[in-house]
């Protein structure tokens, strides 16, 4: 059974640093493309970034902040987000793109709010 499970959000200050974690278990981790959404309210949900093997891709918006990783030992990824501004604040979400001989399908997590407030 595929599981992802969000856990790091929380509120932060402007211009400080979080970093959100996404234990993964149920799929083969270590080949499996992997992203961060987030959702702010009143809004769709938007691809935040997205790790491929050792390849990373980033929104426009988090580039040069926003830093995603994996540690395929312990089935994780992890966002760490850096300068952090008002307009971060949103769930965040966490997803796998798992592909089996007979099926490809996303699985989500239940997501980790963020808020950025003084």
């Known amino acids: 059974q595929v599981r992802l499970v969000e856990s790091g959000g929380g509120l932060v200050q402007p211009g400080g640093s979080l970093r959100l974690s996404c234990e993964t278990s149920g799929f083969t981790f270590s080949r499996t493309t992997m992203k961060w959404y987030r959702q702010a309210p009143g809004k769709e949900r938007a691809l935040v970034a997205t790790?491929?093997?050792?390849?990373?891709t980033y929104a426009d918006s988090v580039k040069d902040r926003f830093s995603i990783s994996k540690d395929n030992r312990k089935n994780t990824m992890y966002l760490q987000m850096s300068r952090l501004k008002p307009e971060d604040t949103a769930v965040y979400y966490c997803?796998?793109?798992?592909?089996?001989?007979?099926?490809?399908?996303?699985?989500w997590g239940q997501g980790t709010q963020v808020t950025v407030s003084s």
């Open positions: 997803s796998a793109d798992v592909i089996t001989i007979s099926t490809r399908r996303t699985y």
């Open positions: 790790i491929t093997g050792i390849t990373t």
